[in-house]
């Protein structure tokens, strides 16, 4: 049995860097086709729609397998499972630069969701298997550092491929990565795993996966349907509902199985076991809620309010993930002396912080660096919060249950990011369309008579896709530029009050998230970790080479 001082890999820093390849590959990848949409509907000839959802698709199977594949990395070990999964990103990457049809990239997609899924929770397992408790906090201040600035470096690389490349190399690009990470995890990363053997609950699976997917999919087509039917009797809140029943039966079949003596999906002595693992998870599902639509809140008003470009909206958020990566790992360091509670809790009040600041600086007419003061206390504040919110959920995890407790954790926040997207997506919706009407009422008296009318209805049409109405055609040139110069100003100052109620009720729920930090069980900065990594049972070894 290891020791908390010796962890099980001679080299865990450069174990962990490895295991960073290809986890910040999987997560860039997440974000970088969202700058893509308008150049996939007109070079392979998608609709909307169907480039959303080749954006959801990877989304949707990355949130529903986590549970799963979390459990299947303490099966078969969490080296085994990352180099399956790092192969699997890789080949569907090069599938999706091939794709010569929006059929052909939504499958790619899939495939590329699946792969992520598979080698998300065996990052978090190894931290927890191959790192002392002592050494920990800074390890997840580097996991928390690529949760923070991956997704932000998305749209910033994706302008830049697309500014001098074809839009198939936002995929290309990660074959190289793949390939290399596959090789060094060969080579350093150790094979390990916890020494009991466990089984596959097929029952568990099947449930979980069903209401998992009922749930998120209803989330993401809720929105883009407006929360009607998809199709016959079929309605997005029947599909909610199916998939909340389903997980509940699956809950109900977890206890079956611990009471047969069985090896459930979810092991419940995660949530019996101490205190931290539910909260930490229910920390992590209201800071998701709170945090994942403030980016693109965001980038709709840099881009479409203000008029910066895609690269240049990325470039002015660039500070934002610089900051989180360095806060990151200080971070991870305060969170060894004094405890991941103590930091976490200010990282969160900080965040909020930071929210209000951006409602207090943001105009429709502000010039970028009036954004920073926000930007800088919101990056500094999520360097604070992703390592000690992974370190205070894993704290007391048995290394047995380290990939069910990395699957349920992921599972979680992902859950809550898509729920608070849709949120955030009805109440931007709701506040710009009341606002709206009022606003282009006011202004249509810069108008000649006969236009205001179409101006007024022209702007309230536009406010469901976020973007200023366009002019009608057959006006002059003069009616056509004061048409939509007004329609721009229109939609801007619309849409800056929008942006500011959206920030505000983020900011509540970061302020619910870091009263639930007080739950949290801490340490004072003299107290010892308690040896997570030991076994409690003698005929238990924490780790054994994968056979």
């Given amino acids: 049995m290891n020791t908390a001082e010796q962890p099980p890999a001679q080299r865990p820093w450069l174990v962990l860097g490895i295991l960073c390849i290809g986890f910040f590959m999987s997560l860039l990848d997440g974000s970088i086709v969202n700058i893509a949409i308008p150049t996939l509907t007109h070079r392979i000839g998608a609709t909307y729609d169907q480039v959303l959802w080749v954006v959801d698709a990877y989304l949707l199977v990355f949130s529903v397998l986590l549970i799963t594949t979390g459990r ?43 792969g992520a899924a598979i080698l998300f929770p065996q990052v978090i397992s190894s931290i927890v298997a191959i790192f002392p408790p002592r050494l920990r906090g800074r390890a997840f201040g580097v996991f928390g550092a690529i949760v923070g600035t991956a997704p932000m470096l998305g749209p910033i690389v994706g302008g830049v491929v697309l500014a001098h490349l074809d839009w198939r190399w936002i995929f290309f690009i990660n074959v190289p990565v793949g390939a290399v990470t596959v090789v060094l995890a060969l080579l350093f990363v150790p094979a390990v795993r916890p020494g009991h053997a466990h089984q596959l609950d097929l029952v568990g699976v099947a449930l979980a996966t069903a209401g998992l997917t009922g749930i998120v999919f209803g989330l993401v087509e809720g929105e883009r349907s407006d929360w009607a039917t998809i199709s016959g009797p079929i309605s997005v809140p029947s599909v909610i509902v199916v998939g909340a029943l389903l997980l509940v039966l699956f809950v109900f079949w977890q206890r079956v199985q611990r009471g047969r003596r069985g090896e459930p999906l979810m092991p419940l002595d995660l949530f019996a076991s101490g205190r931290n693992f539910p909260v930490g998870n229910w920390i992590g599902f209201v800071f998701q809620l709170g945090m994942i639509g403030v980016s693109f809140v965001l980038v709709i008003y840099l881009q479409t309010a203000r008029g910066y470009s895609p690269l240049q909206a990325g470039l002015i958020l660039l500070p934002n993930a610089v900051l989180t990566a360095l806060g990151s790992a200080v971070a991870g360091r305060l969170s060894d002396k004094i405890g991941a509670k103590f930091v976490l809790m200010a990282g969160m009040a900080t965040l909020a912080l930071g929210l209000v600041v951006l409602v207090v600086m ?121 048409f939509e110069r007004v329609g721009h100003e229109t939609f801007a100052a619309a849409y800056v009050t929008a942006m500011r109620v959206t920030l505000l009720a983020s900011a509540a729920a970061l302020v619910v998230a870091a009263l639930c930090c007080l739950l949290l069980r801490g340490r004072g900065p003299n107290q010892p970790r308690p040896e997570v990594g030991a076994a409690e049972d003698t005929k238990e070894p924490q780790a054994t080479a994968e056979g």
């Fill in 72 to 114: 299947l990395g303490d099966i078969f070990g969490y080296r085994r499972l990352f180099l399956t999964g790092v192969s699997v990103f890789t080949i569907a990457s090069t599938l999706c630069g091939l794709a010569g049809s929006p059929g052909q990239l939504l499958g790619a997609r899939v495939l590329q969701g699946l």
């Fill in 362 to 482: 943001a105009r429709a007419d502000a010039a970028a660096w009036q954004l920073l003061p926000g930007l800088v206390i919101i990056g500094v504040a999520s360097g604070a919060t992703f390592a000690p919110l992974q370190q205070a959920t894993m704290d007391g995890v048995e290394p047995r249950l380290a990939g069910a407790a990395s699957g349920v954790a992921g599972t979680t926040r992902q859950v809550g990011g898509v729920l608070g997207t849709a949120v955030v997506g009805v109440v931007l919706t709701a506040c710009l369309g009341s606002v709206l009407r009022g606003a282009a009422e006011e202004r249509a008296s810069q108008l000649p008579v006969a236009l205001r009318a179409r101006f007024v209805e022209a702007v309230v049409a536009g406010g469901d896709s976020f973007r200023p109405p366009s002019a009608p055609s057959g006006l002059s040139l003069a009616d056509t530029a004061v």
